[in-house]
């Protein structure tokens, strides 16, 4: 059994989510990856060289800030905020890309794959390629490029090969559909490094244990004091399991995901196959994907992790559609407030903790902020001045 931080992650499914819905041609590449997690993750060598990693090249931990203007203009009682903005590239992502980078190099393997769609998964990715000395290439929608700029170009100065996709919406799904088809032609030299929990087993359960030292560190950090919620946006959903993990177990702690509304797949959405998983996605009455929308590129995605649409069926996490227009306004309240420019995605989190706020004034609120807003600066310039 492979050793997950959490008992939950130890399954193919959950519930009725998850499992390995892919062509034959790619059940090798899975059965080798789950043997060498399996074994990587039982290795004392492997568990030292990403704890330090994640110490002294990422940068962990992070700390909790206390938002009180922020919590004073919302009418609560406090908010904290787990910065994910200021680990190493910018954004939670690095978390699980160096635990998976170390894995493929451990694995023998000559190549680093990636998607993205705000650009932090890619860049996480090339950054950590470059330190461990493994090619990197990243498969990108050709619109997310043009309007993630700064990340594209990060991407390119570090050495990436970045590979537009100009199918489809050109964005999120679609780099995630031309990762899969390369990785099942290349998988022997190749290592497909998922940016989400998302995909077939075992990747959401892998993403999530990597994630889980942001829940981990919380618990730590706020010294047995438990927040009344714990909210985090939610597109794949990875920066919001990694912070719900270790709270799952305490039902007096309410987990809060906030979703683009133009891609609410947990609010909107119909169970479907999509990307090797069976999940909650958002499809026409053919079963055809439909394209989701947002400003946020990280949250434009039609689907979401099998774990979230788990925890959505049995009523342990919450999940609420947020608009652009919120998310904006919540950008220029936490500026305004406290001086943090917020990644697109993580002003869905502080737009949902806005709306909690208001009808629990006396609650002491955790907002996971899984990145910062350096990348967003001309999409924020043309809304916002």
């Known amino acids: 059994m492979i050793p997950f931080a959490h008992p939950l992650l130890n399954s193919e499914f959950f519930g009725s ?22 074994e990587a993750l039982k290795s004392q060598t492997f568990r030292q060289r990403l704890a330090s990693e994640l110490k002294n090249y990422a940068g962990r931990p992070t700390p909790l800030t206390e938002a009180s203007k922020l919590s004073q203009k919302y009418g609560c009682k406090s908010i904290l905020l787990k910065r994910e903005d200021l680990l190493h590239g910018g954004a939670h992502k690095l978390n699980n890309v160096i635990g998976q980078a170390l894995l493929a190099q451990r694995s023998g393997k000559t190549e680093l794959i990636a998607e993205t769609g705000a650009g932090q998964h890619g860049v996480a990715t090339a950054l950590v390629g470059a330190r461990l000395g493994i090619p990197v290439r990243v498969f990108q ?18 050495g990436a090969s970045l590979e537009p996709v100009h199918s ?33 087993y075992p990747y959401p359960q892998m993403v999530a244990h990597f994630q889980s030292v942001i829940s981990e560190e919380c618990l730590t950090q706020t010294t047995g004091n438990d927040p009344d919620v ?4 939610c597109g794949g959903g990875s920066n919001a399991i990694g912070g719900f ?24 959405g119909d169970v479907g196959i999509f990307h090797g998983m069976k999940t909650l996605v958002l499809q026409n009455k053919e079963g ?13 995605y039609p689907a979401v992790s099998p ?21 904006l306004e919540a950008v220029r309240d936490l500026m305004t407030c406290e001086g943090i420019i917020p990644a697109l995605e993580s002003a869905h989190a502080i737009a949902a903790a806005k709306k909690f706020a208001k009808d629990h004034p006396q609650a002491r609120v955790l907002v996971i902020l899984s990145g910062r807003g350096d990348k967003d600066l001309a999409i924020l310039r043309a809304q916002l001045l």
């Not at 059965?31 to 997690?37: A, C, G, M, T």
């Not at 714990?230 to 946006?233: E, G, H, K, L, N």
């Not at 774990?307 to 998310?327: C, F, N, T, V, W």
């Open 17 to 38: 989510y998850g499992g390995q819905y892919v062509p034959d041609l790619l059940m090798p590449a899975l059965d080798e990856l789950q043997i060498n997690l399996e």
């Open 141 to 158: 929608g050709a619109k997310d490029i043009e309007r993630q700029a700064p990340n594209a170009d990060r991407m390119r100065l570090l």
């Open 168 to 200: 489809g919406a050109q964005t999120l799904k679609d780099a995630v559909s031309e990762a899969f088809r390369y990785w099942m032609a290349n998988y022997q030299k190749s290592y497909y490094v998922i940016g989400s929990a998302v995909g077939p």
């Open 230 to 233: 714990v909210i985090a946006c």
């Open 245 to 268: 993990l270790h709270y799952l177990d305490k039902s007096s702690v309410k987990l809060i995901g906030a979703e683009a509304k133009g891609g609410a797949s947990i609010s909107s």
């Open 288 to 300: 055809q994907i439909s394209e989701s929308h947002s400003l946020s590129a990280g949250l434009d």
């Open 307 to 327: 774990i979230h649409s788990y925890l959505k069926e049995i009523k342990r996490a919450e999940y609420l559609p947020i608009s652009d227009g919120e998310a």
